[in-house]
């Protein structure tokens, strides 16, 4: 069980208030809030261990060598990534979804070749392929969702053809909460000799993934919704995988050796790592995966599905409300409509009383039009939110209806 007061502590933000009112955070799935302790490690970082890594003969750049791929080896744990040499730093999780596109489609895709995504894909899984797409007549096939909103497997099997060269899924649906039944894709997949990338960005600071386990080919995830910094995150791929690929970007630290007639690249995980990387983020990403793992994923999950199915109850009483994703295996997103009261009116008057949410098309438009909406207001909890910020979230939920004379 996690402590929740205590937590909240963590998070120095979570006391403030807005327009007079305590700020009431539900908008986790965009970003999560950072502890002090993430905070602390990047000035800390910056204050004391500031030097460029890896070229470095001396102390400090040593120090912030050491450091860096310190972080890296915290990663790769915390994935249970056989090797270090498997987890490259990446902007996030659209650049390590770029990054597998624009290389996968380089050395391996060719006219009339297929890649599987789904209908409730991120936009960052979506426009990628279609940059690829354009370039060398390659086609998507689309795993349609049903009406709770879980992909329907019958249809992602008969999606394979001679053709298909990779599946590239999202874990969990950042819209509808869905928690997609990824062994069982990759399972499939594999069984035609096809690859798999997961989009773990909204999974990973819910559920323990273990890439090991799950025989995923690629996994990427942001840190900022892991509670640590933005501007960086991380793709996973299995180490004879990323060997096949070229780089992605040419400069520094991804070489060996250049010479105006022929450089050769450097050995994973700097192959893929041009230029400067974000070397203070590295340590408080780790710091975050740290500060998650030490309340414990399962604790975490717990309190977060509680809090899922206090909110669903609650909203679900207060009438005229539709929910969009009704998912088996769902993570803490409540997407939902009131009634016909358009998503930016009820964001905005619910923002008047101090409560964040997301309104609008979530990065994810292809879903809204397959749900024939424009779209949704989202509720995303995390680990520091209370059943007292859902009273208030409900309590404000009833106000706008009354206010648009739906109750
Ligand atoms: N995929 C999913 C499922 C997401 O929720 C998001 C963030 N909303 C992204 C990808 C993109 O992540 P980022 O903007 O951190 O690259």
């Excluded at 960086?232 to 992605?248: C, M, S, T």
Aim: glycine fraction near 6%.
């Amino acid at each position: 069980m996690l402590d929740i007061q205590t937590v909240r502590k963590d998070f120095p933000i979570l006391t403030h208030t807005v327009y007079g009112k305590p700020l009431v955070y539900f908008d986790n799935a965009a970003t999560t809030q950072k502890p002090r302790s993430v905070v602390e490690k990047i000035s800390e970082g910056y204050y004391n261990v500031n030097a460029n890594i890896h070229r470095g003969v001396h102390f400090l750049s040593q120090a912030a060598t050491e450091a860096h791929e310190d972080a890296r080896r915290t990663v790769q744990h915390f994935l249970h990534a056989r090797s270090s040499h498997e987890i490259i730093f990446t902007r996030g999780t659209t650049e390590a979804i770029n990054l597998v596109a624009s290389c996968f489609s380089d050395e391996f895709l060719s006219a009339g070749d297929e890649i599987i995504i789904s209908e409730m894909e991120h936009h960052s899984n979506i426009v990628p392929w279609q940059i690829q797409a354009a370039k060398k007549d390659i086609a998507l096939r689309v795993i349609p969702i049903d009406e709770k909103g879980e992909l329907c497997m019958e249809s992602y099997r008969k999606l394979f053809s001679e053709r298909t060269r990779l599946v590239s899924l999202t874990h969990v649906s950042n819209v509808l909460g869905t928690i997609n039944p990824v062994e069982e894709i990759i399972r499939i997949a594999h069984s035609h000799n096809v690859p798999v990338m997961l989009d773990g960005a909204q999974a990973v600071p819910h559920t323990q993934v273990d890439v090991q386990a799950l025989d995923v080919d690629f996994y990427v995830f942001s840190a900022h919704k892991v509670y640590g910094p933005t501007g960086i995150g991380v793709l996973y791929g299995k180490e004879n995988r990323l060997d096949k690929l070229p780089p992605y970007q040419g400069g520094g630290e991804m070489i060996a050796s250049v010479t105006f007639e022929k450089t050769v690249f450097n050995e994973l995980p700097f192959k893929f790592e041009a230029g400067t990387p974000d070397y203070i983020g590295s340590t408080a990403l780790a710091e975050a995966l740290r500060y998650v793992k030490q309340l414990g994923l399962t604790a975490i999950a717990a309190h977060e599905q509680e809090l899922l199915r206090y909110a669903t109850e609650r909203i679900q009483a207060a009438g005229q409300v539709h929910i969009f994703g009704r998912a088996a295996h769902k993570s803490s997103v409540l997407s939902f409509l009131l009634a016909d009261i358009h998503p930016y009116d009820t964001g905005m008057l619910l923002d008047r009383l101090g409560i964040a949410v997301r309104t609008g098309h979530h990065c994810a438009q292809p879903l809204m039009k397959a749900l024939g909406i424009e779209g949704t207001v989202r509720a995303s909890f995390a680990l520091y939110n209370t059943k007292e910020e859902i009273d208030i979230f409900i309590a404000g939920i009833e106000q706008v209806q009354t206010m648009f004379g739906k109750k």
